[in-house]
Every structure is written in structure tokens, then in C-alpha cells.
């Protein structure tokens, strides 16, 4: 019988760019990768991951020893110790203080957790070399490290191996949507990130932010915020040291909420937002930090970071740019005087079997590695700001997830395998988290 499939191919269109693919089908392999390219430590065998897991662990090394057991700086100057995390502004710069009293620098990654996001196979069953199983996700990486540990349930096997690479990688913070079993081992600081949007919370119907006008927003959204006491994570959290502060929201559409409304509506609305949030925070989490919702750049109106600035404890920003050592956000008065976290920042490559890479492309690993360390060193020159995080762990998927990213934007890939480059950079970032001028 004839294979109708042989050399059958079908054109795919990317996200973001308008380009199209032409693809010879099946593209991706069983293991989630491009099936019709080759690169350095593409996996060609199942007998290759526990032989990786085994080989990695043998040159993992301890956190730098610069570092205290938060991985605040232990030589550096002594704060009042008071057993949670706080900000400071000390010589004219901006610091998170540990609980001991130490300096603290955030040097983290989002999206810490076993699973990525999963594409659904009976959508187009032909691009991939593996039937789709009875519920339709393609789970590569769960499959992938179940060959890696060598059992199904491996989830805390991978949470205290996750926890030894960070280490090793030079990285003192869990970022953003990772997973709470991590941070519940309270080994590593960590951000509580409640929700990206408050459930049962009315939205503005052209513009991605709440309508705060509506009577029921503060009830409604304190009520959103109290539900999560029912999260085990949420509750141990609002206690453990190792919790930095509570995150809330994620990229609301600050600028597009001053086009949709009169300037003085939009103003109180962000205002009320804000002091909604903060309120809310305060009475779940009193001893913690509140991390504002992270804009979508640091280009945001001025009253935006006035107001977020005289509400919560640390203003965040998400960006797609190379660089932050200038950045001076500003307020209607003047320039901002308060603690920044950028909350999300990444580079991008395709020279590892993905068809994208994302908001700021390089042309190699070396590239990323050479960029990830010069955005961080000039968020260490600017005194606003008191950490960075990169986004994410892992690879987005190959053929991308439900909003259609694809990007090769992660510290390890689909089969788990690090970027090497990526990592000795982070491990160079990590050591001179206190000491800079290393990092140029």
C-alpha cells in the first residue's frame, strides 16, 4: 500500500512575525523536538536521559559562597533583622533586605515547575511522529522526564534536582508561576503569585483591565484575593521566611485604559485598583512584601507609576528590551523614587530546532549567554532596581502554546537538556551578584 503521507508537507504560519513555514510532516519527533534538523545535544534516544540526569548531577556545585542561606550578601553590609524579607534604600540605592539582614539582590526564573505548556495533538495529528494519547496534550516533557527518572511519579525527585541546579546556576529566586511544590520546600526565596486575572471579577469590555468603576470591584476582587487562604502554599507562605513578597495580577493594559477612558476616569480607576490590591494584600500577607502588578514595559504613564509607587512595596515591570541601565521611570512630578523588580526579561535564539526566538533575537547561544549577562549587570548599575527575573525555565513548545508563542527562550529545552552557555553565564551572574564590576 502506498504511504499517503510520505513527503507530505503543510504550511504553518508562525506567531507574531506573519511568516509561514512549509514543513515536511511529521516535524516534531517523539521527544518534542524538530524532526528534520540536527543541533548540538539533540536527543536521538530514550537511553540518553537518565544518562544525562546521572552525568549533570556528578558536576552540580554548591550556591556561591558569597552568598547566606537566602542568598543575600553575607559580607556586605548589616540591616535590621526582621525575619521576613523588606526593601531598603541604603546609599542612595534601592535593596531587598533578607530576614537575617543582609542585602539581597533578586537574580531569579519564572516558570519553575516539571510541565510546560502542552499543544493539543487531535488539532493536527499529522505534525507529529507520536499518536496523540486519549486526552488530546501532548505532554512531552512530563513523558521526557519520566525517561529521565526512570518512573512515573519522579515529581519530588525533580522539585530537589531543580533546587541543586539553581543553586549551582548562581540563582537565589523562584520566579513567578513555578510551581508551589517548590516553594513550599523553603529552601530558596520565592514570590507568591496569586492569579493573573481575579476570578469573578467584571473586565472592562475593550480593554484588558477591570472595571473599577463597578460597584462590586473592591468586594470582589478582596474577595478573590482572601479565597486563595484556601491554597496550603498560600497559607504556610504568609509565615515562611523564604516568601519575599505577593504578587498579583500580571500585564493589564494600562496605556490602553487611558485610550478607552477620559484621562480623570482612567486615573481613578488605576488608583482604585492599586488600593484594592493593596488592602487586600495587607490582610492576607501583613508581613510580606506586595509586588505590583508587573507592567508590560517600563514605558508607562506617569501617573501609573505614582500611583502603583505610593501603594506597594515593589513596583515590576516585564520587558522586551536589551538593556535597563538608564531606565529612570518617571512620575508626573519627576522621576520615581522606589524599588523596581523586573519581573520578566529573556533573549531568544533558533539555532536549537525552534522557529522562533521571541521579542529580542540573537544570532547564537554565546549571544543570549552574553546578553543575559549585560541586562543584569546593568539592572545591578541602576539603583531603582533590587532584582531581575528571567522568563522561563523551559522552551516554550515547538509548536507553540495556547496563545501561539514557540519561542526558544529557556534555560533548559524540551528533553530538559540545559543551555550551557546560558548557565555558565547565570553561574558568572550569581557569583558577582555583590561584586558587579565582575560582570563587565
Known sequence: MMDTNHDKTE??????????????????DRFGQYAHDDWPAKVRD????????????????????????????????????????????????????????????????????????????????????????KNGWMSFTHWNLRLKFDKDDYLADYYDFILRRLDSWGINTIGRWSAWQLAMRSQKPYLVHLFDRAPKVQMLKDVDFYDCSHPAFERNFCAAVEAQKREQAVTRAVDDPMCIGIAVGSELDFKGLFRHLPYDKARDSVERFFAT??????????????????????????????????????????VRTREVGDAAPRGTSGPIDAPVLIGAFNFGCIDRGLFSAGYCPVASQAERALAMRKFVAGALA???????????????????RQNGECFQIGFVDVCDRPYNELVEASRRIGEGLYAPESLA
Open 46 to 133: 530514550a537511553s540518553e536521559f537518565p544518562e544525562d540526569l546521572r552525568s549533570e548531577l556528578a558536576v552540580l556545585n554548591a550556591c556561591p559562597a558569597t552568598w547566606d542561606r537566602f542568598g543575600g550578601w553575607a559580607a556586605g553590609p548589616k540591616r535590621e533583622a526582621t525575619g521576613h524579607f523588606r526593601t531598603e534604600k541604603v546609599d542612595g540605592r534601592w535593596w531587598l533586605v533578607d530576614p537575617s539582614g543582609n542585602l539581597f539582590f533578586s537574580w531569579g526564573i519564572d516558570v519553575l515547575r516539571h510541565y510546560t505548556d502542552n499543544s493539543f495533538g487531535p488539532a493536527h495529528p499529522d505534525w507529529y511522529e507520536t499518536p496523540p494519547p
Open 382 to 400: 541602576n539603583p531603582l532596581f533590587v532584582g531581575c527575573h528571567w522568563f522561563q525555565y523551559r522552551d516554550q513548545p515547538l509548536v507553540g
Open 277 to 318: 490590591c493593596e488592602k487586600a494584600v495587607r490582610r492576607l500577607a501583613p508581613s510580606k512584601l506586595f509586588f505590583a502588578c508587573p507592567f508590560t514595559e517600563l514605558d508607562q504613564p506617569p501617573v501609573v507609576w505614582e500611583i502603583a509607587a505610593r501603594h506597594a512595596d515593589v513596583l515590576s515591570a516585564n
Open 11 to 28: 504550511a504553518v504560519a508562525l506567531f507574531g512575525n506573519g511568516k509561514t513555514l512549509t514543513l515536511k510532516l511529521p516535524f516534531v
